[in-house]
Each structure stands twice: as structure tokens, then as C-alpha cells.
């Protein structure tokens, strides 16, 4: 597949219903805002792309105005209930699409963010993680070569890296990811909010696919702890550790076999008490 040459190729956006972080009132994901950003940018610089913002949920929700406020079109809702598990009908959703962004996680605590994850594993695309640049591959105008778009990945302290990408495939779009979505009164009113089914035709699509499977909702609990090694080390080790990626004392596993990488976090946990099998 090639962005520049062949058939126009379809990208879809998701986008989830947000809270606001005091108030509590929903709103836009500001990590599927940046998402659509980056989709909108890549579809008006690049001819043949087809450009979806798709949202599954209650197509009344008054929070995904704010989609068209930022630039979206169209925004077309798979209507759900509350209560139903989003993933099969999106899954039949998105099987014709090239490329599919979503934000890196959901304004939801903890237990957010699977649904790219599980999203690709259904779909069996591959799934790249906290991008924050796409653009088309210069060279795939040659037919030697097999990718299709170049991404930036957000690597910790301040690091990028570079990858090739072949379509199709899943990103997931990092929260520092620049964007260039700003509100508009006249784009909200000139967009539109496109109800694709029915509740009552969803329910027998859903219940057919997937009959075991129920979102269940409970008040949040206690949040989990995260494991950590204990320190060790000086002050001024510490310090060097939070400025200098090489003084951390840990190694990167980029060889051998799944069960050898296994084993090595495993005796990683071992060594520093934080298993006791």
C-alpha cells in the first residue's frame, strides 16, 4: 500500500466522551482531540485519504459537539447503551480501514486505555504506541520499498524514534502530541452528528457478537500500587539517574526469545524483592 499512488485509503479517527479534571463534567478526550488533530493534518496534506470520526456510545451526548467545534466534520456515532461492550461493534466498524488513530488512553482512571489494544488484537493489526508525528514515507513512491507512513514515538526524556509503518495498522496518539484543533463557533454549527444505527439494531448486533461480554460499572476503588524496586543508590546517583538515561543502571532487552525476555524480567523482580516465587 502506498499513501501517494493506488487507491485512496480510508483513515478513522475514535473519539470518547472526557471529564473535565475538577468539575467533572463531560466533554472532549483532549488525547482523542490530538488524534484528530494529527488525522485532519495527514488528510489535507495527502491526496486519496478518506478521513472517519467515529465515536460508539450515546449520540446524544452533548460532548461531542465539541468534535465539530475543533474541525470534525462529521462525527459518526455507533449508537450503545451505557452498558454494552463497544469493542465487536467496532471491530465490524473499522475491518475496511487503512489506518486508525486513537488517544493514548480515556479520561477514565486507572482501567482506561485497552480499547486500541484490544481493538488491534481483534482486527490483527499491528499497534503502535504514544505517536506524536505522522507523515507520509518519502521513499514509498518507489515501489522497492514497503512502507507506507513514518511516525514519530515519544520516548521518556525527551527522546524520539523513528519508525516505518506498513498499512495496515493501529496508533495510539501520545498526550504531548502537538495540536492544532481550536474551537470555532461556525464549525460547530456547520457540522453535523451522523447516527449510523439504531439502539435497537446495535443491541442484536452486539448481543449476536458477543453475548458473554458486559461492561459492568462500580464506584471506583482504592487505586493500585505500582511495583518499585527499592533504591539503593546515592543522592547523587539519583540525581544523575533523572538527567543522564545512561546512569540509570537498568539494560534494554532488544534480543532473543519471548521466553528469554521473560526470564530476564523475572529475575529482574526476583533480585529485588518484589516476587516471591
Known amino acids: 500500500m502506498n499513501l501517494k499512488k493506488g487507491a485512496s485509503k480510508r483513515l478513522a479517527v475514535l473519539v470518547s466522551v472526557g471529564r473535565h479534571p475538577v468539575s467533572g463534567i463531560a466533554r472532549y478526550s ?3 482531540a490530538a488524534a484528530m488533530s494529527m488525522a485532519v493534518a495527514l488528510a489535507q496534506s495527502t491526496a486519496a485519504i478518506s478521513l472517519d470520526i467515529i465515536h460508539a456510545g450515546n449520540p446524544d451526548n452533548a460532548a461531542l ?11 459518526k456515532v455507533i449508537a450503545l ?11 465490524q466498524a473499522l475491518e475496511n480501514y487503512d489506518l486508525i488513530l486513537c488517544g493514548s488512553c480515556a479520561e477514565g482512571g486507572e482501567a482506561s486505555g485497552m480499547v486500541p489494544y ?17 507523515t507520509p514515507d518519502p521513499a514509498s513512491a518507489s515501489d522497492d520499498v514497503k512502507t507506507d ?13 523513528a519508525i516505518a509503518v506498513t498499512l495496515p495498522a493501529l496508533l495510539t ?16 454549527q ?18 449476536n457478537l458477543d453475548q ?49 525476555k521473560a526470564q530476564a524480567i523475572l529475575t529482574y523482580l526476583r533480585e529485588h524483592r518484589l516476587v516471591d516465587y
Do not use: C
Not at 453535523?192 to 446495535?202: C, G, N, S, V, Y
Open 30 to 32: 483532549r488525547n482523542d
Open 65 to 75: 459537539s465539541d468534535y465539530l467545534a475543533l474541525g470534525a466534520k462529521t462525527v
Open 81 to 91: 447503551e451505557d452498558d454494552q461492550n463497544i469493542i465487536p461493534v467496532l471491530k
Open 118 to 134: 484490544l481493538l488491534a488484537s481483534q482486527l490483527g493489526l499491528p499497534i503502535v504506541a504514544d505517536v506524536i508525528g505522522i
Open 149 to 161: 507512513i513514518m511516525l514519530q514515538q515519544f520516548l521518556p526524556k525527551g527522546r524520539r524514534r
Open 173 to 188: 496518539v501520545h498526550p504531548l502530541a502537538p495540536s492544532n484543533a481550536r474551537y470555532a463557533h461556525a464549525s460547530l
Open 190 to 207: 456547520s457540522g453535523a452528528i451522523d447516527r449510523h444505527k439504531t439502539r435497537t439494531q446495535l443491541s442484536s448486533v452486539t448481543n
Open 212 to 260: 458473554q461480554q458486559v461492561w459492568r460499572l462500580s464506584p471506583a476503588t482504592a487505586r493500585p500500587l505500582k511495583l518499585v524496586a527499592q533504591e539503593k543508590r546515592s543522592g547523587h546517583a539519583r540525581m544523575l539517574s533523572a538527567t543522564v538515561a545512561e546512569s540509570r543502571g537498568g539494560r534494554m532487552i532488544q534480543e532473543g526469545s519471548a521466553s528469554e
